[in-house]
């Protein structure tokens, strides 16, 4: 990792990461709003008939929301903070979707109050909450499917059973609910179009289950996962899109409504971490890079095994180095080591693929700053 060869997108990101580097201080995000712009038509191509509602959570930052909100994406949230910032942003609320199947009251109670009516769940206690609070919402029931092939898992803390799952649609309409559907997410940066070929075999059995209950569905909600390309080649929404609509219609022969969920494959390529080193030590025979921007404030993930690419500018003989961050934490620096070359106080690293979840993730721990983010 360091330095390696850049594809189209990550070379035009790096160029613009350079120029706002020679004018901001660091650390700063900088989104290339070109790959932005060129990766949600890709999904817009990809998937035609699919309505598509970007996941805020993957980067929440106003001037990202706002340029998906112009290219007419719809939006998935889970949190009155990030539906507060969509409404100030002038996003309709027939465009909003919440995909988290736990909600607090206050936030449903919001939601509901301004037009929002399509919710996931995966419990009796939401189904009682969302009648009381959002009654007549539409509502799809979150299904478990194998997070096998993600890098980043979420089957341990949502989704239920098949059994399980038409139980809960025919409880959400014995309380007044509205059951429309079957949500699956196949966990985040899933790296093998299996993983959505599996997750749409289980969502048949639970649609023929809830029919013969009486229950009148229309629609799948696809989740997110659809990956980033980090170290290594990742499959292209061109070639999930291509399962995915076989599979829908081997499984749905007469036809569903699909929604997607996309996160970091919008987002991620496009943004570029600049970073600056601040110091170096050598600790027990290894060598430490320090940055001003680590674990707690911006590259959280790394400690659940996303491995970011990154960019120095400088040549010459190279080393292994571990790789901290700022603050006076030990946590604060990334598994395993690097190889770049020699590094010098003041040498900017691009840490690349860095769009999604690291201002999202960041903290102000220590009183060190969230990067600030730049569209360019």
């Given at each position: 990792?360091?330095?390696?060869?850049?594809?189209?997108?990550?070379?035009?990101?790096?160029?613009?990461?350079?120029?706002?580097?020679?004018?901001?201080?660091?650390p700063?995000?900088?989104?290339?709003?070109?790959?932005?712009?060129q990766?949600?038509?890709?999904?817009?191509?990809?998937f035609?008939?699919?309505?598509?509602?970007?996941?805020?959570?993957?980067?929440?930052?106003?001037?990202?929301?706002?340029?998906?909100h112009?290219?007419g994406?719809?939006?998935?949230?889970?949190?009155?903070?990030?539906?507060?910032?969509?409404?100030?942003?002038?996003?309709?609320?027939?465009?909003?979707?919440?995909?988290?199947?736990?909600?607090?009251?206050?936030?449903?109670?919001?939601?509901?109050?301004?037009?929002?009516?399509?919710f996931?769940?995966?419990?009796?206690s939401?189904?009682?909450?969302?009648?009381?609070?959002?009654?007549?919402?539409?509502?799809y029931?979150?299904?478990?499917?194998a997070?096998?092939?993600?890098?980043?898992?979420?089957?341990?803390?949502?989704?239920?059973?098949?059994?399980?799952?038409?139980?809960l649609?025919?409880?959400?309409?014995?309380?007044?609910?509205?059951?429309?559907?079957?949500?699956?997410?196949?966990?985040?940066?899933?790296?093998?179009?299996?993983?959505?070929?599996?997750?749409?075999?289980?969502?048949?059995?639970?649609?023929?289950?809830?029919?013969?209950?009486?229950?009148?569905?229309?629609?799948?909600?696809?989740?997110?996962?659809?990956?980033?390309?980090?170290?290594?080649?990742?499959?292209?929404?061109?070639?999930?899109?291509?399962?995915?609509?076989?599979?829908?219609?081997?499984?749905f022969?007469?036809?569903?409504?699909?929604?997607?969920?996309?996160?970091r494959?919008?987002?991620?390529?496009?943004?570029?971490?600049v970073?600056?080193?601040?110091?170096?030590?050598s600790?027990?025979?290894?060598?430490?890079?320090?940055?001003?921007?680590?674990?707690?404030?911006?590259?959280?993930?790394?400690?659940?095994?996303?491995?970011y690419?990154?960019?120095?500018l400088?040549?010459?003989?190279?080393?292994?180095?571990?790789?901290?961050?700022?603050?006076?934490?030990?946590?604060?620096?990334?598994?395993?080591?690097?190889?770049?070359?020699?590094?010098?106080?003041g040498?900017?690293?691009?840490?690349?693929?860095?769009?999604?979840?690291?201002?999202?993730?960041?903290?102000?721990?220590?009183?060190?700053?969230?990067?600030?983010?730049?569209?360019?």
């Open positions: 990792m360091g330095s390696e060869p850049l594809n189209e997108k990550k070379s035009r990101a790096l160029e613009k990461a350079k120029r706002v580097a020679e004018l901001e201080p660091t700063v995000l900088v989104m290339d709003t070109e790959t932005l712009r990766e949600y038509e890709r999904f817009r191509s990809c035609p008939d699919s309505a598509i509602y970007y996941a805020l959570k993957a980067n929440s930052d106003a001037g990202v929301a706002r340029l998906f112009k290219l994406a719809g939006f998935e949230v889970g949190s009155e903070g990030a539906l507060r910032l969509l409404l100030e942003l002038g996003v309709a609320p027939s465009t909003i979707i919440s995909g988290n199947p736990l909600k607090t009251p206050a936030f449903l109670e919001l939601a509901h109050s301004v037009g929002i009516h399509t996931t769940f995966d419990s009796h939401e189904v009682k909450k969302m009648a009381t609070l959002a009654p007549g919402s539409d509502v029931v979150r299904l478990t499917v997070n096998n092939y993600s890098e980043w898992p979420l089957d341990k803390k949502f989704g239920v059973e098949i059994e399980e799952a038409a139980g649609l025919s409880r959400a309409h014995e309380n007044g609910l509205r059951p429309v559907g079957v949500a699956f997410h196949v966990g985040s940066q899933c790296i093998s179009t299996a993983g959505w070929t599996e997750a749409l075999e289980r969502s048949k059995q639970v649609w023929t289950l809830a029919v013969s209950r009486g229950l009148e569905l229309r629609s799948l909600n696809l989740g997110g996962g659809f990956p980033s390309e980090y170290t290594h080649p990742v499959p292209s929404v061109a070639e999930i899109s291509q399962v995915v609509n076989e599979g829908v219609q081997q499984h022969p007469g036809g569903v409504h699909t929604l997607l969920e996309p996160g494959a919008l987002v991620g390529e496009a943004g570029v971490l970073t600056t080193v601040i110091a170096r030590a600790r027990n025979g290894q060598d430490w890079v320090y940055l001003d921007a680590g674990v707690f404030n911006g590259l959280m993930e790394s400690l659940g095994g996303i491995r690419p990154l960019h120095v400088r040549e010459g003989k190279r080393a292994k180095y571990v790789l901290a961050g700022p603050s006076c934490d030990s946590m604060d620096a990334l598994p395993g080591e690097v190889d770049l070359p020699e590094l010098e106080i040498d900017r690293v691009y840490v690349m693929t860095a769009g999604a979840y690291t201002t999202a993730y960041a903290s102000c721990f220590d009183g060190i700053p969230v990067p600030r983010v730049i569209l360019a």
